[in-house]
């Protein structure tokens, strides 16, 4: 396959950005390759529930877990 | 390929946090990460040292991966030499993410974030703390 790309001007006004969040990218000029991977985790299931929460200094026994979901 | 000049004329960035960067010039290879576990708690205490990234397999799973560059074959006419952009305003760039004026070859951004909310009412419900 050939993949022929013909660059005429390139003329940008004015641009106006509130946010560049987890993993992305904002980029004047040209590139070869751009990976952006994110994970992002805030389901519901979340939320600690129960009584095995890491809650002050004496929390640090073998019993004491987080109970978190993970969606595999 | 022939990588064009960029002109710009002005640009105010206010907020670079967390693992991003802000690069004016080219440059060939970036690979910013980030591995974030944000803990909204209730109430007063907080105890940051009990929590690890190991706890959580968010933080080890893999990606998937890209086949590897080249597989395409690109020619790039460039008519003009130069980018010509105004003027830029950035609020802000947070958590392995990146704003630069000028080429990049390979960028590759990894971003994990764990979020973890710890209510007051949830533990009294279930300890009966009450």
Do not use: C
Request: glycine content about 8%.
């Amino acid at each position: 396959m050939a993949f022929i790309v013909h660059n005429w001007g390139l003329h940008v006004g004015n641009v106006d950005i509130t946010g560049i969040s987890s993993s992305s990218v904002f980029l004047i000029g040209d590139n070869k390759q751009i990976r952006l991977n994110s994970y992002f985790d805030t389901p519901p299931e979340s939320l600690i529930i129960g009584p095995f929460v890491p809650l002050g200094t004496n929390s640090g026994t073998a019993d004491n877990t987080v109970e978190t979901t993970e969606d595999e | 390929m022939n990588k064009r000049l960029v002109k710009l004329d002005d640009i105010k960035v206010i907020n670079v946090v967390y693992g991003t960067t802000f690069i004016i010039g080219d440059s060939h290879r970036a690979t910013p990460f980030a591995r974030v576990i944000a803990i909204q708690k209730e109430g007063a205490r907080f105890d940051e040292e009990i929590y690890s990234y190991d706890q959580y397999p968010l933080f080890t799973r893999q990606f998937k991966r890209l086949p590897p560059s080249g597989a395409v074959n690109d020619i790039h006419y460039q008519h003009n030499p130069t980018i010509n952009v105004g003027r830029v305003r950035v609020n802000g760039a947070s958590t392995s993410s990146m704003i630069q004026i000028g080429s990049l070859d390979e960028l590759d951004a990894e971003a994990r974030v764990k979020h973890i909310r710890i209510l007051q009412d949830e533990q009294e419900e279930n300890t009966g703390i009450d």
